[in-house]
Nanobody, 128 residues
Framework: QVHLVESGGGLVQAGGSLRLSCVFT????????MGWFRQAPGKEREFVTT????????IYADSVKGRFTISIDNARNTVYLQMNNLKPEDTAVYYC?????????????????????WGQGTQVTVSS
């Protein structure tokens, strides 16, 4: 069983930065592509970014491109989300997710149902 634990959320002013962390335990980290999603009150869960093991590529939602960066530390089994130039519309609960590379291969990487495991979420609030 995979366990994901996020940390690093908080309250920040518009234009500020935060770095979220997600620690992965329970299985072989390198067998999972990782993603970040977010969910604002009253809205559906929204894709933010993903790191794909195949091709070692990253994909970003248009709304965060150029401001957010996903990175992986394989030695620490940790995925990070560096968020810069934050905006009030970035306010949401941010979730880390793990996608087993041998399952759900036909599904799009931005679909929440593609991901097999989820963390509990961490709140990010951006004040204007």
């Amino acid at each position: 069983q995979v366990h994901l634990v996020e940390s690093g959320g908080g309250l920040v002013q518009a234009g500020g930065s935060l770095r979220l962390s997600c620690v992965f335990t329970g299985r072989t980290f390198s067998n999972y592509s990782m993603g970040w999603f977010r969910q604002a009150p009253g809205k559906e869960r929204e894709f933010v970014t993903t790191f794909r093991r195949s091709g070692l590529s990253t994909i970003y939602a248009d709304s965060v491109k150029g401001r957010f960066t996903i990175s992986i530390d394989n030695a620490r089994n940790t995925v990070y989300l560096q968020m810069n130039n934050l905006k009030p519309e970035d306010t949401a609960v941010y979730y880390c997710a793990a996608d087993y590379i041998y399952s759900n291969q036909a599904m799009g990487v931005s679909e929440p149902s593609k991901y097999d495991y989820w963390g509990q979420g961490t709140q990010v609030t951006v004040s204007s």
